[in-house]
């Protein structure tokens, strides 16, 4: 028998429905005492320019005003843009020998990766790192929140038992599948799957699944197109099916999981420092207290990667799942997965 | 007799004009260089009366020449050029984008009028249209000098300035939307495309994960929209009102999508 992991909070009778359409889903967890509350931290004053990738609307704008407000005397400048861009816009500074950012927050850890390559990010304190959940801690950088792959599947065409367990055997099922290739959070995953099970190997596995795929120009496409009937399953990130089901709970969809590959993927936001100094050290303490990582769980329904904080109701915790053991700063360089993707006829 | 100002020549820019488009904010032009003179309306509307008064005479110049003599003497790749050499172009394409969009239609309206042979009232038909768009542009560009005087225009910008709210970003997205109707009515439809394209994944997706737990089928609308409607329109045999009534029709799911988006924020937790 296939062994799989649910969301059993969706699948128990009323669980979800009992969620009130359109209002946040967490209430306040509890917490493990090596977490920080803000409350424990220095307030922070000076000047602090960050790099912010783009992400989750305003979300992350508003844990910045919260603590522009919390510290009247720091004088925040935020440089906004594509997270890549902005990698790359660090590199290039620092080439020509200017330093602009004393943070970077980017969007996705290939970004994070680039920047530590290229020797710019300051090694971080071991007692901030170890906030961090076991397999997410680095050196030079922090992971915020995290987002997992999973496969959201359509209740009305499949049982669960249905659905393979391995993100490799999707390859040889009869089961249509929505994705959407030109979207970061894929391509990230095909890297992960290169790095684990070759070149060979992921190429073959793109020229099988886009016999049956459906293409969709983002992740939320993929999981309204999956509700909607249009293909069985799909992939993408968590937080678009607990999102959907927020406001329209009885959806047409649920979460599957594989195990210990990459279409279990955890990735994650990260920050890390530029700059000498406590201010951007303590900035990126600020990112992982309690209330800020409580927030962005309940709020943008990602993952905190502290210890001590919930998950997003919905979602069970990492310690049940499997992902893969990926050093997610390896996921920096996409050319060779873009030019797999091509030479498979994905993009 | 009014004195002919100086006009100053401008490079047509095809093809860069999608590249700028994608890197410049809200109300920034993205045909040829922005001249300073977008932040000091007031200063120079007495050269943008004289440039609408100027190209007014330059078309009616062209559709005479097309009614006396014919389409070969008239020569209709005149009619854009005009309009590329004055700073009014930047004025009004940084000001009022619908009504910039109305001007470059109703100028292919003219010279597809005169490059299809049509009677010469069907040509003066589409040059009272055309003349119509400039003086409304020229009265737009009157009212946003009145409001920069006041302090009520941000300062046009060359560099993107990112929205950092999901309102500001919905606005955001319908002033691209605006962009595109022009581009398209600019007879750039992979200009307009890729515009539609980049809106999506660069703006949209950013706030659609919000506006889902709002109003699910809202999203499945404006996905389509994006994904489907509005690039069909684009690549087939649609009129600029084609187009334009597509983006209205978005713009409205827009604003509603707004107000719902900003009622939901009230109720959001706070961070500390």
Request: charged residues 25%.
């Given at each position: 028998m296939q062994r799989r992991v649910f969301l059993q909070s969706l699948l128990a009778a009323g669980a979800f429905g009992l969620i009130p359409a359109g209002?946040?889903?967490?209430?306040?967890p509890p917490v493990a005492a090596d977490t920080l509350s803000v409350d424990q931290l220095p307030p922070m004053e000076g000047d602090l320019t960050l790099y912010l990738g783009r992400g989750e609307g305003g979300l992350y704008e508003n844990v910045l005003e919260a603590i522009r407000q919390r510290n009247p005397k720091l004088n925040l400048q935020i440089r906004r843009g594509v997270t890549a861009a902005l990698a790359n816009t660090i590199v290039a500074e620092a080439k020509a020998g200017?330093?602009?950012?004393?943070?970077f927050w980017a969007v996705d850890s290939g970004a994070i990766g680039m920047v530590a390559d290229a020797g710019l990010a300051r090694p971080l304190p071991a007692d901030l790192t170890g906030q961090l959940k076991a397999g997410f801690q680095y050196p030079q950088w922090a992971p915020v929140t995290g987002r997992i792959r999973t496969l959201p599947y359509n209740t009305g065409r499949l049982t669960?038992?249905?659905?393979?367990?391995?993100?490799?055997?999707l390859a040889d099922s009869e089961l249509s599948i929505g994705w959407a290739p030109a979207y970061a959070s894929f391509q990230s995953f095909v890297t992960a799957m290169r790095l684990l099970e070759g070149d060979r190997v992921t190429a073959e596995w793109l020229r099988a699944i886009s016999k049956r795929a459906k293409s969709y120009a983002g992740e939320l496409g993929v999981v309204m197109g999956v509700e909607r009937g249009e293909v069985d399953l799909g992939f993408a990130n968590h937080y678009y099916t607990l999102r959907l089901k927020s406001g329209?709970?009885?959806?047409?969809v649920d979460l599957a999981f594989t195990k210990?590959?990459?279409?279990?993927l955890v990735n994650a936001s990260g920050v890390l420092a530029?700059?000498?100094?406590?201010l951007p050290i303590t900035f990126i303490r600020y990112l992982l207290t309690r209330e800020v990582q409580s927030y962005l769980a309940s709020e943008a329904y990602e993952i905190p990667l502290v210890n001590g904080v919930k998950p997003p109701v919905g979602l069970p915790p990492l310690n049940r799942v499997s992902p893969p053991r990926?050093?997610?700063?390896?996921?920096?360089?996409l050319r060779p997965t873009l030019n797999l993707m091509r030479n498979a006829g994905v993009l | 007799m009014k004195a002919l100002f100086e006009v100053r020549k401008r490079r047509g820019l095809g093809p860069v004009v999608a590249l700028i488009a994608l890197l410049t904010a809200a109300q920034?032009?993205?045909?040829g260089a922005i001249g300073e003179h977008v932040n000091n309306l007031q200063a120079h509307l007495g050269q943008y009366s004289e440039e609408v008064d100027w190209l007014v005479a330059k078309f009616d110049g062209v559709v005479d020449t097309y009614e006396k003599q014919g389409q070969k003497a008239?020569?209709?790749?005149?009619l854009p050029e005009y309009w590329e050499e004055v700073d009014f172009h930047a004025a009004i394409e940084t000001n009022h984008v619908p009504t910039y969009a109305s001007i470059w239609q109703g100028i292919f309206g003219v010279k597809q009028a005169i490059d299809s042979g049509a009677p010469a009232a069907k040509v003066r038909e589409e040059q009272k249209k055309l003349n119509q768009a400039l003086w409304q542009g020229l009265g737009a560009v009157k009212v946003a000098a009145q409001y920069q005087q006041k302090g009520l225009l941000a300062k046009i910008q060359t560099t993107e300035a990112e929205p950092t709210t999901a309102p500001e970003t919905l606005e955001d997205i319908k002033h691209r939307l605006d962009r595109v109707v022009a581009k398209f009515a600019e007879q750039l439809p992979e200009a307009a495309t890729t515009i539609v394209h980049d809106t999506y994944l660069h703006r949209f997706e950013g706030v659609e994960g919000a506006l889902i737990e709002q109003d699910a089928a809202l999203v499945e609308d404006l996905e389509k929209d994006f994904n489907v409607t509005l690039p069909l329109a684009l690549k087939g045999e649609s009129s600029v009102d084609d187009v334009r009534k597509v983006v209205e029709a978005m713009q409205a799911k827009l604003d509603k999508a707004k107000n719902l988006l900003v009622e939901a924020e009230k109720k959001r937790k706070k961070v500390f």
């Open positions: 209002r946040s889903l967490a209430t306040t200017v330093r602009r950012a004393d943070v669960p038992e249905q659905i393979p367990d391995s993100v490799m055997a329209k709970p009885d959806a047409n210990n590959d990459a279409g279990c530029l700059s000498e100094g406590d990926v050093d997610l700063t390896q996921l920096a360089d | 920034v032009s993205a045909n008239a020569n209709s790749n005149a």
